[in-house]
């Protein structure tokens, strides 16, 4: 079966740090452009950043520039978003997402909190 899986959101405090990971199953991560996305309540999806086959990562979304960085891991067939300096305005569900054969395949989500 084709999917990711997202984990490690949770609540933080301002100012701290959170590891999301996205794991796929059924295809490898290496193979396809994968991203990294959120959403807040009301808002459209908005990009992050997104990591190239040749696990080239671009950030791609200014509010995030120099706190979180993509990554990914072959073995694992992971990507990863380290989160760090987590401000309020973070506070989101993020998704991990990849353009499989055709198809956008999107994972469940993940809750992050930032409050204190």
């Known amino acids: 079966q084709v999917q990711l899986v997202e984990s490690g959101g949770g609540l933080v405090q301002p100012g701290g740090s959170l590891r999301l990971s996205c794991t796929a199953s059924?295809?490898?991560?290496?193979?396809?452009?994968m991203y990294w996305y959120r959403q807040t309540a009301g808002k459209e999806r908005e990009v992050i950043t997104m990591?190239?086959?040749?696990?080239?990562?671009?950030n791609m979304n200014n509010a995030v520039k120099g706190r979180f960085t993509g990554s990914r891991d072959n073995a694992a067939n992971a990507i990863y978003l380290e989160m760090n300096d987590l401000k309020p305005k973070d506070t989101a569900v993020y998704y991990c997402r990849g353009h499989i054969s055709g198809t956008i395949l999107w994972g469940q989500g993940t809750q992050v909190t930032v409050s204190s």
């Open positions: 059924g295809f490898n991560v290496r193979d396809y452009v």
């Open positions: 990591i190239s086959k040749f696990a080239i990562v671009t």
